[in-house]
């Protein structure tokens, strides 16, 4: 199944529900299919250095023969070989040609009890409407659609390895996972982490191993408890491709967890249960440098993260609705404007609610900028369940 589900009033945003079911290979080969057929990716952009290619299908076949498996099928739906020592199909990027600046990421999540739906994880996404030509030359580039202009709901339920899943998808289509939820109830979420990127625009690392959007998609696959996820973290150990970010994991248990990378890239973590789990794009782990307080990025961050917390110590843990946490997440919702002209940069592009107990999601997108100082417009709430495979 692929079907559009939503396009915005102002036609910067739209989203497909895409529903695969099958092997690995199958889903591959249907992901591959899309790529190159919708976002014209060629053959091309899945070579690489053999060396690098045997590193990481060497690290794929000990740790994660799921992915392998799915890379031959999106090798193949390329016509490539997928034993050819240069083809490295273990992922298929759209609407991106790598190597690929960094555009900020200014998201917010907040995981708490509620007194109507048990566990809920409430996200912003947050995103600018820049493509890949703009960021690199500015005014006046060639038109090329905005990297975040299409994600996808995608909803896999693989028959030969792996949990079925239900997540938000954008940049790999195989592995791009935003935030997200498995059959066993187990949500994640990413958030970028602003005071650790690197103001230098540098192209992303390709290596074995999982990256920090590969790493969840890991999870979504192989765990079925926040301290599942854990362990993934401290024996995996996420190579920083492109951002550096920041996690909220929870699980259909009432468990919640911050996964964040210190300055050695070790992961660092924070349990909680019963009581809120609040973040924004700040580090909330380690110290902020001085240099960082004054940036604005970081302010913002601050700022929003205050909001939240302030709204939701005000009454005991457990004691608000999840409607009350939907009103939190629409206090901080942003609509970025380009000082120059008032044109529209970005805004949250996605307000989400994820019920672990239920494996349900209720979903907001991106209408248009609404008015001047305030929240962006959204769509109505749309709601999808993650169904059995049959």
């Known amino acids: 199944m692929d079907e559009l589900v939503y396009r ?70 390329f016509g490539l070989d997928p034993s050819d020592p240069r083809v490295d199909a273990l992922g298929v990027g759209y609407n991106v040609q790598l190597p690929v600046p960094p555009q900020v990421m200014g998201c917010s999540v907040v995981a708490t009890p509620t007194t109507d739906a048990g566990l809920v994880v409430q996200r912003n996404f947050d995103f600018g409407f820049l493509s890949l030509p703009e960021m690199i030359l500015g005014p006046g580039a060639p038109e090329a659609p905005a990297m975040l202009s299409e994600p996808y709901l995608m909803e896999v339920h693989p028959t030969d390895g792996g949990m079925s899943a239900l997540f938000m998808c954008a940049f790999d289509l195989c592995n791009g996972v935003i935030d997200g939820i498995n059959e066993a109830g187990l949500v994640v979420s990413m958030m970028q982490l602003i005071d650790q990127t690197s103001p230098v625009f540098a192209p992303p690392a390709v290596g074995p191993g999982l990256n920090e959007f590969e790493v969840l998609r890991f999870i979504l696959d192989r765990c079925r408890t926040v301290q599942d996820a854990q362990r993934v973290f401290e024996e995996q150990q996420p190579y920083l491709s492109w951002l550096p970010c920041h996690y909220v994991i929870a699980d259909a248990g009432g468990a919640v967890m ?47 993260l205050n909001l939240m917390e302030t709204d939701l110590i005000v009454e005991p843990a457990g004691s608000f609705t999840s409607e009350h946490l939907a009103s939190v ?62």
Request: proline share 7%; charged share 25%.
């Open 258 to 304: 911050l996964a964040e990378p210190g300055d050695d890239n070790v992961m660092q973590i924070r349990m909680a249960r019963g009581e809120p789990m609040c973040s924004t794009n700040h580090s909330l782990l380690r110290p902020l440098p001085d240099s960082a307080q004054n940036d604005p990025e970081v302010r913002g961050s601050l700022d929003r």
């Open 8 to 77: 915005s009033t102002d036609a910067r945003l739209t989203v497909r529900h895409v529903r695969l079911s099958g092997t690995n290979e199958q889903i591959g080969e249907s992901l591959g299919d899309i790529a190159r057929s919708r976002y014209g990716v060629s053959a091309q952009d899945l070579l690489l250095p053999e060396e690098l290619v045997a590193s990481r299908r060497e690290w794929a076949s000990r740790h994660y023969p799921e992915l392998l498996v799915r890379g031959a099928g999106i090798a193949r739906s």
């Open 329 to 390: 997440a629409e206090k901080v919702a942003v609509s970025t404007l380009r000082p120059e002209d008032g044109s529209v940069l970005g805004g949250t592009l996605w307000s989400s609610s994820y019920r672990p107990e239920e494996r349900t999601l209720s979903i907001r997108y991106w209408s248009g900028p609404g008015e001047p100082g305030g929240c962006p417009d959204f769509s109505p709430e749309m709601h999808f369940e993650l169904a059995s495979a049959t």
